[in-house]
């Protein structure tokens, strides 16, 4: 399997790639000293920093899950408004960003609830305490990290052409969900994220729940940790995370 290094990816801290900066700590909390001296301070004015950190913290042990923001409060020793401000905040400062869900007019029983990503995985890799790729891919949040990394490469692979990224999730209240479904030219591409080097092509069968809902379907994929790309069928693919 090949190794896939979360914490270290060249456009998340390019400095630490290149050697300028050897130590992850530092650089992390530098990066998060100048928001909250800076950026964070200029959009809000006086701020509780040891707060905003530990409302940072709750975020990022959040990531690749659905927008919470009375858990996050509670996490962070702060209400629901201070909560959604400084939510604000990370959003306007392109910290954090939302995958909304699909919806349409025959989908009645979907999830209306968007989920919580960071751009910088590594970040979050900070925050919540994983000090090495290798922890941080057989720890316990290992399943989120992946999700968080993919769903946020494909995000700027759209935003660094100046497109606006048209994904979104998928979930119903069945709980029958697919991770990622790009919408494009009027038919759904759904994608499922798994970390795995053998994929299952049972794992695809989910991709029909949107064919029941009179929804027009692309190609399918699943990304995963196989090293070349290949296929289950003409209408599903699998794609090597290392594409990305």
Not at 44 to 50: E, K, M, R, V
Not at 159 to 168: D, S
Not at 223 to 230: F, N, P, Q
């Amino acid at each position: 399997m090949p190794t896939f290094s979360l914490p270290f990816t060249e456009e998340a801290c390019p400095a630490l790639v290149s050697g300028k900066y050897s130590d992850l700590d530092l650089f992390y909390s530098s990066y998060i000293g100048t928001y909250l001296d800076r950026d964070v301070k200029e959009l809000s004015g006086t701020i509780d920093s040891l707060k905003f950190t530990r409302f940072l913290t709750a975020c990022a042990a959040r990531s690749s899950q659905l927008l919470n923001y009375k858990g996050i409060g509670e996490d962070a020793d702060i209400d629901q408004s201070t909560a959604k401000s400084w939510l604000r905040i990370l959003e306007t400062l392109g910290i954090i960003f939302y995958l909304h869900p699909y919806s349409n007019n025959t989908l009645k029983r979907v999830v209306k609830t968007p989920k919580l990503y960071f751009y910088d995985t590594g970040l979050i890799c900070y925050l919540t305490r994983w000090t090495s790729a290798e922890t941080a891919m057989n720890g316990a949040m290992n399943g989120a990290l992946l999700e968080n990394y993919v769903i946020s490469e494909v995000m700027k692979s759209y935003q660094n052409e100046g497109l606006n990224p048209p994904l979104y999730y998928y979930r119903d209240k069945d709980n029958k969900e697919i991770d990622l479904v790009i919408d494009k030219d009027g038919k759904l591409y759904p994608l499922e994220i798994k970390k795995t080097a053998m994929p299952d092509k049972n794992w695809v069968k989910v991709f029909s729940v949107l064919k029941s809902q009179e929804c027009i379907l692309g190609t399918g994929a699943i990304l995963c940790t196989v090293e070349t790309l290949g296929a289950f069928d003409k209408d599903n693919l699998i794609i090597p995370i290392g594409l990305l």
